[in-house]
């Protein structure tokens, strides 16, 4: 299959992509637009790697919404294998399928036969992206979660984008869907994989970017509760937490501290709206210590 070697023609440009992406609520910065117009243009699977939190899975979301596609979204776990991830038999219908023929006495070579019609047949995602083709955007999301049997199966996968069902034949997509693969980077992904990607690392935004987000995002808020909560995460971010604060947390609690009436994060609003940034006890007493301590400071 022959990868497209020329801009998408709905972003002309990479300006175009991220004014785009801009409407949609998605601030990129000129690296990641960059990235994802490459991707488009090349028709390669993108690989987006960086902390949990900071929009990878976003990014094929807000995709989706601008080509005005299906968004199928394969989430990676350990121990998944490849029925569950392209396709399975419905083997409930088929044998209340079988019951019925024998019940009606008919010819048991034909009900055989028949028992691996389209019908009977489980699309999962990689399979349902192959057969929609262009107008999909496959996720899969958290790759790192998978081992790595999983990950060359991927990999022949995204090599042709066909699939071989033994009693129906080989099915092959058109024309490849957009992928997305994102990794938080628990384990080191193969070379052999990263070398069919394009690939960008999403770091988290600095303190402006951050606050412009967060204005974007939460359109209420003030630049002055904006400024303040960005600075808060910041701090955050610097803790030995278990999971550091994402853009999508301090979004969160922006809104909020919006919504309880608060200009800014001090002692006692740090205190009682730390749920909305950090989802973990020790974490939250941390925290909210680390917040008490700087404003005092």
Same mark, same amino acid.
């Given at each position: ?184 980077? =628990? ?66 609690? =922006? ?38 301590? =700087?404003?005092?400071?």
């Amino acid at each position: 299959m022959t990868a497209r070697r020329e801009p998408h023609p709905a972003f002309p440009t990479i300006a175009h992509l991220e004014e785009a992406l801009r409407e949609q609520d998605y601030l990129a910065d000129h690296g990641l637009a960059t990235a994802l117009f490459l991707a488009l243009g090349m028709r390669r699977p993108l690989l987006l790697e960086g902390e949990a939190g900071v929009g990878k899975t976003e990014v094929a979301k807000t995709l989706t919404r601008l080509l005005g596609g299906e968004l199928v979204r394969l989430q990676c776990y350990e121990g998944i294998d490849a029925s569950q991830a392209i396709y399975e038999w419905d083997y409930s219908r088929q044998l209340l399928y079988a019951r019925a023929s024998h019940e009606l006495q008919r010819d048991p070579r034909l009900s055989v036969g028949e028992l691996y019609r389209p019908e009977f047949l489980l699309e999962r995602p990689l399979l349902r992206a192959i057969k929609a083709g262009s107008r999909a955007v496959l996720l899969i999301d958290e790759l790192d979660r998978a081992d790595d049997e999983f990950e060359a199966f991927l990999l022949e996968i995204l090599s042709d984008y066909a699939v071989t069902i033994p009693e129906v034949g080989t099915i092959s997509a058109e024309s490849p869907p957009v992928v997305v693969i994102t990794s938080n980077r =628990t384990r080191e992904l193969h070379d052999a994989l990263k070398r069919r990607c394009l690939y960008h690392w999403i770091d988290f935004p600095t303190l402006e970017r951050e606050v412009e987000i967060i204005r974007l995002r939460v359109p209420d808020a003030s630049e002055e509760l904006a400024v303040s909560v960005a600075t808060a995460v910041a701090r955050l971010r610097e803790l030995d937490l278990v999971k550091h604060p994402g853009v999508a947390e301090a979004i969160d609690w =922006t809104a909020a501290l919006a919504l309880v009436g608060a200009r800014g994060v001090d002692a006692d609003v740090a205190q009682s709206t730390i749920g909305s940034v950090v989802k973990n006890r020790e974490d939250a007493e941390r925290a909210t210590a680390a917040l008490i301590e =700087t404003v005092h400071d």
